[in-house]
């Protein structure tokens, strides 16, 4: 069982950063390809960026590329979302999922509905 706690969350202005965090408890945690997912007010919930279990390969939708950086530390425990530019579009409740034995990729095209485990989310604010 691993359970996923997603803090750093808040209101920032456009143009400003943030960084999240996931912790995660329980064993082997390098065994779990992770991944950040948003959802918007009236949205659905998509992908954001995902990292391979190892952390050698990342995945990240085209609207935050060059924005977001994901990466992780295993003898922590915990990923990170660093987020700069943000933009008003941005705001969104972000959630982060393991899934085990995944690279960033297979991670990125895997429906929603089949990780494995999900945090309650932290919400992010871009003010314009």
């Known amino acids: 069982q691993v359970q996923l706690v997603e803090s750093g969350g808040g209101l920032v202005q456009a143009g400003g950063s943030l960084r999240l965090s996931c912790a995660a408890s329980?064993?082997?945690?390098?065994?779990?390809?992770m991944g950040w997912f948003r959802q918007a007010p009236g949205k659905e919930r998509e992908l954001v960026a995902t990292?391979?279990?190892?952390?050698?390969?990342?995945a990240y939708a085209d609207s935050v590329k060059g924005r977001f950086t994901i990466s992780r530390e295993n003898d922590k425990n915990t990923m990170y979302l660093q987020m700069n530019s943000l933009k008003p579009e941005d705001t969104a409740v972000y959630y982060c999922a393991a899934d085990r034995l995944q690279t960033a990729q297979s991670m990125s095209s895997k429906p929603l509905a089949g990780m494995d485990y999900w945090g309650k989310g932290t919400l992010v604010t871009v003010s314009s």
């Open positions: 329980g064993r082997s945690f390098s065994n779990y390809g």
């Open positions: 990292i391979g279990w190892s952390g050698r390969s990342t």
